[in-house]
């Protein structure tokens, strides 16, 4: 990139000092009217690429897509498929997971992955 800016420079710069040295020169056709007006395109020419190149500004790089943000239900879910579920559901409709476990010794609700009950510290 920096290789190209500094090319289109002096390019620009080159194009400006061969129009005023045409312009400064004894030839006789850069004394007529039409002379000087193409001198004066061509400096003009080579100013524009000039400043063009110097004021270019760096490219943005390309950002690759980002993948859309999953979208997490609100309430409670069923621990064996992940799908949505009320909280008065006491079994998963979708996949017959019980919900809400209860402990066979003292009969309180536990939560499914719990593996002691909280309650009576009996094995579930």
Do not use: W
């Not at 100013?47 to 270019?56: F, I, R, W």
């Not at 979208?71 to 979708?94: D, I």
């Amino acid at each position: 990139m920096i290789v190209k800016k500094v090319f289109g420079t002096l390019f620009g710069l080159g194009i400006m000092v061969f129009a005023v040295m045409a312009f400064l020169s004894n030839e006789p056709a850069s004394k007529t009217d039409f002379g000087r007006i193409i001198t004066l395109v061509v400096f003009v020419f080579g100013l524009s690429v000039m400043v063009g190149n110097l004021s270019a500004k760096k490219p943005v790089p390309l950002t690759p897509p980002t993948s859309p943000i999953p979208v997490v239900p609100l309430g409670p879910q069923c621990p064996s498929c992940g799908k949505a579920v009320s909280s008065e559901f006491s079994v998963c409709p979708y996949c017959a997971t019980t919900l809400k476990p209860k402990c066979p010794h003292c009969g309180k609700e536990v939560a499914h992955d719990y593996k002691n009950c909280p309650y009576c510290g009996s094995q579930l």
